[in-house]
């Protein structure tokens, strides 16, 4: 096998959102990276909808890894620089839906994203963030072979050898499969798994011309929701399904005006249509339900529509010698709650912090590994159930109004573990000893995963069609969230049957002793350690100002001045870790 200057660190098999992700990190850390892509850039890719905790993970990667454009689709105010071809992501609204009925405004839900410290979260335009994401990683060193489809892997106890469908090898020391759902390695050595509780199919396109729900149905204001449907992302949720509305074209400063549409479906409650064309079936599902049919009566695809069969999939390894499975790759549930990106930034975060300290060693020993394989078996696991039960719940929406407040209250401990161990690490080992152990929701936080397992229990042997049951369940999910002294006064207010998370504002309540977002006791220890009201204050406030959009614009415009001035051979940056 080939030595010596032809032989690379690290080959990463595919530059959607986690090779290139990765690649960046490991070339700006000096290490000697190829990256293979079988497609070429800019290319249409899915996964648009962001959430607090990937965000933060990409900030949390750009500060780590000395990578600051990875924080650049961490929030609204880097349009500036990333370009408004990317929408604005104020909420998750849910809109729930009975066959032949018009929307009941009473069962709706929108959940607000905070703006502060950072800003709203993003609909990320994926072909121009995987590109950009491309590039960076090319600016610092990395290889990237476009239109270059990977064809076979050789492993040996010293290394990797690559195959390309040109019929070129590369070596390497260590190979990544980020090639997504037809993972080469995962095929090859039989690691694909599908022992999960989700079923659904998906069927997905952009379209134009798709008017924000409230032009159709009724306002925001009459729904008694702080913002219009469209400034987020919205869901229109049904018995065996979803349909996901994802606007590029929803603040002042869009230019694009592309709607991703993405419709999830039960098949063993709403088998698949080969007879129709995937336009043909979704037209024909969505007009079941006429208000949702209303919104899209003008719309057109921009697109070829996508068709699939069952989405989830899983791995049975992810790590093997001198190789692994990242993201999409490794195993996927469903697009609801954007959980994927999330998986996928995080599993990769880690992977560029294992393989850095691999590199530094000269140790590429699978052990060393096993973390990865760990924590994406968890998040994987974890959205499986989180899924599965959302969907049940929506067959009887006494459930969904309940179960509603453990994804909120999951997501919202996972985010606010996130942030403050960022805070608190004092080095990268530090923040990864503690984010490898989470598992996607709640933050590591003990208390809940116990509330959590108690939950989705009581759904997972509840029959949604029996009134009397369901109401016995309900009833004890909501006498176990009463015995929680922590419950966040915002999630109590959706439990006491408010419809929507209150729009931004910095209230007192937040303050309040258990309840509010330092909390007491066991909460307290567990996510802010030590650290005083004070400390948290001033974290935040240097948080507001590190992202904020003058900042920002300030430090590319000072980047950009250094640049033009540096001579061309300084023009590329690296760092040792
Ligand atoms: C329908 C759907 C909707 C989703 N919506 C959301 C959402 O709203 N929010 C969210 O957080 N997540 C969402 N996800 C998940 C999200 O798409 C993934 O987490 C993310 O795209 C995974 O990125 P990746 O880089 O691992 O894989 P991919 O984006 O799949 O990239 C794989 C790359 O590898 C290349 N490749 C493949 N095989 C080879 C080969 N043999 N040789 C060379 N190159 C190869 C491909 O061309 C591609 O560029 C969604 C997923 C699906 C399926």
């Known amino acids: ?66 990578v600051p454009e990875l924080a650049y689709f961490s929030s609204e105010n880097f349009i500036a620089q990333i370009g408004t071809s990317h929408g604005l992501k104020r909420h998750f609204s849910y809109l729930h839906h009975r066959e032949g009925q ?32 491309t590039s960076v990683a090319v600016r610092y060193g990395a290889t990237v072979l476009q239109g270059t489809p990977v064809q076979d892997i050789t492993l040996r106890p010293d290394g990797v050898e690559i195959l390309t469908s040109q019929g070129q090898t590369y070596a390497a020391d260590y190979v990544v499969d980020a090639g997504g759902m037809r993972s080469l390695l995962a095929e090859k050595f039989g690691w694909r798994a599908r022992d999960l509780r989700t079923h ?23 729904y008694g929701i702080p913002f219009p449907v469209s400034e987020g992302t919205l869901h229109h949720i049904f018995h065996g399904g979803w349909l996901w509305v994802i606007p590029f074209n929803n603040h002042p400063r869009a230019t694009n005006p592309l709607v991703s549409v993405g419709l999830q479906l039960d098949p063993r409650i709403h088998p698949a249509r080969p007879d129709l064309s995937p336009e043909q079936e979704f037209f024909a599902f969505i ?110 929406d006494k459930l969904w109004e309940v179960y509603a407040v453990l ?21 990268r080992d530090d923040y990864f000893a503690t984010v490898a152990g989470l598992r996607m929701v709640g933050g590591g936080f003990a208390a809940f995963d116990e509330l959590a397992d108690r939950v989705d229990t009581l759904i997972e042997a509840v029959d949604p069609g029996d009134e009397a049951a369901v109401d016995r369940a309900v009833a004890e999910i909501r006498a176990a969230f009463a ?8 999630f109590q207010q959706v439990l006491a049957g408010s419809n929507h998370l209150p729009a931004n504002k910095l209230r007192l309540s937040l303050l309040k002793q258990n309840t509010g977002f330092m909390g007491g006791g066991a909460y307290r220890k567990h996510f ?12 935040f406030v240097r948080e507001s100002l590190t992202y904020s959009t003058a900042a920002q614009t300030i430090r590319k415009r000072l980047s950009f001045r250094r640049r033009r001035a540096a001579p061309a051979a300084a023009r590329a940056p690296r760092v040792r870790s």
Not at 528 to 539: I, K, P, T, Y
Request: aromatic residues 10%; hydrophobic residues 45%; charged residues 20%.
């Open 102 to 133: 018009p929307q009941d405004l009473a069962r709706s839900l929108q959940a607000v994203i905070p703006q502060r410290p950072h800003g709203y979260e993003l609909h990320i335009h994926r072909q121009d963030s995987d590109y950009f994401l």
């Open 407 to 427: 994804w909120l209250t999951g997501a919202y401990l996972e985010y606010i573990k996130l942030l403050s161990t960022r805070g608190l690490s004092k080095s």
């Open 287 to 396: 007009a079941r339900f006429p208000s949702i049919a209303a919104q899209f009566r003008e719309a057109r695809a921009a697109r070829p529509w996508a068709r699939s069969d069952r989405l989830q999939y899983t791995a049975t390894h992810v790590v093997g010698e001198r190789c692994c499975l990242l993201g999409h790759a490794a195993g996927f549930i469903d697009p609801l709650y954007s959980k994927g990106l999330y998986t996928t930034l995080m599993s990769t975060a880690l992977l560029a912090h294992l393989l850095l300290d691999a590199q530094r060693a000269g140790d590429y020993a699978t052990a060393r590994f096993m973390p990865l394989e760990e924590l994406t078996l968890r998040f994987v696991a974890a959205h499986d159930r989180l899924v599965a039960n959302s969907i049940t719940s929506w067959s009887n």
């Open 1 to 66: 096998m080939a030595q010596g200057p032809d032989r690379y660190d690290i080959a990463i098999i595919g530059s959607g959102i986690s090779g290139s992700t990765l690649g960046a990190i490991l070339a700006r850390h000096g290490l000697k990276v190829i990256i293979f892509e079988a497609g070429s850039h800019p290319k249409f890719a899915i996964g648009e909808s962001m959430i607090l905790e990937t965000s933060e993970t990409m900030r949390a990667m750009a500060e780590l890894f000395a």
């Open 528 to 539: 802010f350690g030590d650290a005083s009201l004070a400390e948290v204050a001033r974290f």
């Open 200 to 222: 659904t199919r998906t069927i997905f396109t952009h379209m134009v011309d798709l008017p924000c729900y409230n032009q159709v149905g009724a306002s925001h204001q009459e």
């Open 483 to 490: 015995a929680v002294p922590w419950m966040p006064w915002a």
